[in-house]
């Protein structure tokens, strides 16, 4: 792959800086090359050219307004073998927090810059066009985009029409209707779609729309900031009604970090994780083990849980603590400290149980906690929503192997009979064993997901949530954390002065990867079978 982007990119250096990033749908890393830092996001899928052609078009029609920075899109590439490639600038990015409401402002500046542009064509009485494939910008009287754009992987077609209604309903809601209908047959969702499609025009009585150029899937997870101000990315645009893209961000900002959009004011909340499949109450009840395992420690902060309520019909609904976060930002430094304080906190009870002679047991369903000698958990817990078993080892290579990474690849096996990774995993997990040399692990009790999503602030410090909690190896949890980004470096620095690297640190590191780059194919299919072979070929090596 390097040879090829460096070829295509007319680069003679072409150096890995070891920022990797993505997310569930695309894999991505930094490369320093002749004319600065670029980010290539990859892809396998079929889709993968029109996708990534979606998202260059959306970035530099956005890119010409000048009103909200996003990343300078550079070149889609297609690979020998299938894979694709999207080269885009590379920008320095953290989570948004004291750029907020700068991003709202340009925002709305995005979604009047098209309406601003018809009131000066007007003034100056010039003809109005759509104005595709020219440089300029120019006023657009109707509603779609010049070209396919996809929202996660699926594709919208953005066929132009005179108005909004028909456009939204027709190319946005009744595509989406027409796959629940091929995949699920659901009656109840056809017959109220059937009544709904008949009432939408009524919502729009005496509401003036003009075309706003749009972001498209602007969730909490495509947005940040750096030090000159708010940044967008991934788009999927398209002229549109700009109230559907406010709606966007406030959904996934409660989705995502930026709490203070929920309800203020309250002390706890229903946690509608309203999942509709047997395995809800399973997965709720590992978080609530694993909120109340933390908690014992008194060492950082969690939403206190409540209850899980089984619902009729199925699926089920975890109660919790309401806490107003905020997305981690100057406590990033006290969150490493803290993490590291968590994993030591079994080691030390050990040592103090030692000094006083007492007897040492694991301690599960005890109100006080106890030294716990072996690896794994009291209860399943769930990584997504994949249901991972925690029996207790007395050895960590042995919980590894056989409860996270041989656990993935049988699910590999079973969906995907990827012979590749069953050669490479069958060599693999015999030297496993060997990087753990003169290495002396105490379990510690791991979060188990700790990714920028499930960390947050408030004023009085850090928060995580959403834990997957096992004993194990302290060295597991900061696999993901510095995989995806949004975790800085003081964070690590911080816990690193607690917790120094053990020899042999960066190619466990690798391991520990592994299993979420496997745990990423098992939920979000093929376009991570790449990255999880690359791995396993380098800790072959």
């Given at each position: 792959m390097e040879d090829a982007l460096r070829r295509e990119l007319g680069t003679a250096v072409l150096r890995p800086t070891g920022y990797l990033g993505g997310g569930c749908i695309s894999q991505g890393q930094s490369y320093d090359t002749d004319r600065g830092r670029v980010y290539v996001k990859s892809n396998s899928k079929a889709e993968a050219r029109r996708m990534f052609e979606g998202e260059m078009a959306s970035l530099e029609a956005i890119l010409k307004t000048q009103t909200i920075k996003v990343p300078k899109p550079i070149k889609v590439i297609d690979?020998?073998?299938?894979?694709?490639?999207?080269?885009?600038?590379?920008?320095?990015?953290?989570?948004?927090?004291?750029?907020?409401?700068?991003?709202?402002?340009?925002?709305?500046?995005?979604h009047l810059h098209n309406q601003q542009l018809g009131e000066k064509l007007k003034k100056e009485e010039s003809t109005v066009g759509k104005g595709q494939g020219q440089m300029e910008?120019?006023?657009?009287?109707?509603?779609?985009?010049?070209?396919?754009?996809?929202?996660?992987?699926?594709?919208?077609?953005?066929?132009?029409?005179?108005?909004?209604?028909?456009?939204?309903?027709?190319?946005?809601?009744?595509?989406?209707?027409?796959?629940?209908?091929?995949?699920?047959?659901?009656?109840?969702?056809?017959?109220?779609?059937?009544?709904?499609?008949?009432?939408?025009?009524?919502?729009?009585?005496?509401?003036?729309?003009?075309?706003?150029?749009?972001?498209?899937?602007?969730?909490?997870?495509?947005?940040?900031?750096?030090?000159?101000?708010?940044?967008?990315?991934?788009?999927?645009?398209?002229?549109?009604?700009?109230?559907?893209?406010?709606?966007?961000?406030?959904?996934?900002?409660?989705?995502?970090?930026?709490?203070?959009?929920?309800?203020?004011?309250?002390?706890?909340?229903?946690?509608?994780?309203?999942?509709?499949?047997?395995?809800?109450?399973?997965?709720?009840?590992?978080?609530?083990?694993?909120?109340e395992a933390i908690q014992k420690t008194n060492i950082v902060r969690v939403p206190q849980p409540i209850k899980i309520i089984d619902l009729p019909g199925?699926?089920?609904?975890?109660?919790?603590?309401?806490?107003?976060?905020?997305?981690?930002?100057?406590?990033?430094?006290?969150?490493?400290?803290?993490?590291?304080?968590?994993?030591?906190?079994?080691?030390?009870?050990?040592?103090?149980?030692?000094?006083?002679?007492?007897?040492?047991?694991?301690?599960?369903?005890?109100?006080e906690s106890q030294y716990v000698d072996k690896f794994g958990f009291h209860t399943a817990t769930c990584c997504g929503y994949i249901p991972q078993v925690n029996e207790w080892q007395s050895d960590w290579p042995s919980f590894f192997i056989r409860h996270r990474l041989q656990a993935q690849l049988d699910l590999i096996e079973k969906d995907y009979g990827d012979r590749e990774a069953r050669e490479l995993w069958s060599q693999l997990k015999l030297k496993i064993p060997e990087m753990f040399c003169d290495v002396e692990i105490v379990p510690a009790l791991l979060h188990g997901d700790l990714w920028a999503g499930n960390v947050a602030e408030d004023d009085s410090g850090p928060i995580i949530f959403d834990p997957a909690s096992f004993y194990g190896h302290s060295e597991f949890e900061l696999a993901i954390a510095g995989m995806f980004g949004g975790f800085s470096s003081s964070f690590f620095s911080a816990y690193h002065s607690k917790i120094p690297k053990a020899p042999g640190f960066e190619k466990r590191n690798k391991l520990y990867q592994l299993f979420n780059y496997i745990n990423h194919w098992n939920h979000f299919g093929t376009g991570y079978r790449g990255s999880t072979l690359n791995v396993m070929r380098k800790l072959l090596k």
């Open positions: 690979l020998p073998g299938g894979n694709t490639l999207f080269v885009m600038e590379h920008l320095e990015m953290r989570g948004l927090n004291r750029h907020s409401a700068k991003l709202g402002t340009q925002l709305a500046d995005l910008v120019q006023f657009v009287d109707q509603f779609g985009f010049h070209t396919v754009t996809c929202c996660g992987y699926l594709p919208q077609v953005n066929d132009w029409q005179n108005d909004w209604v028909t456009f939204f309903a027709k190319q946005r809601i009744q595509p989406q209707m027409d796959m629940i209908e091929k995949n699920s047959g659901d009656r109840e969702a056809r017959e109220l779609w059937a009544q709904l499609q008949l009432k939408i025009p009524s919502l729009f009585c005496d509401v003036e729309i003009v075309p706003a150029l749009l972001h498209g899937d602007l969730w909490g997870g495509n947005v940040a900031e750096d030090d000159s101000g708010p940044i967008i990315f991934d788009p999927a645009s398209f002229y549109g009604h700009s109230d559907s893209c406010r709606q966007q961000l406030k959904q996934g900002m409660e989705k995502g970090m930026n709490s203070s959009l929920l309800k203020a004011g309250c002390w706890w909340t229903l946690k509608e994780k309203l999942l509709q499949f047997y395995k809800a109450r399973k997965m709720f009840e590992g978080e609530m083990a694993s909120l199925g699926g089920a609904m975890f109660v919790m603590e309401y806490l107003k976060m905020k997305h981690l930002n100057k406590y990033s430094s006290k969150l490493g400290e803290q993490i590291a304080d968590l994993h030591l906190y079994n080691q030390k009870l050990g040592e103090k149980l030692r000094k006083e002679g007492n007897t040492i047991g694991k301690g599960a369903g005890h109100s």
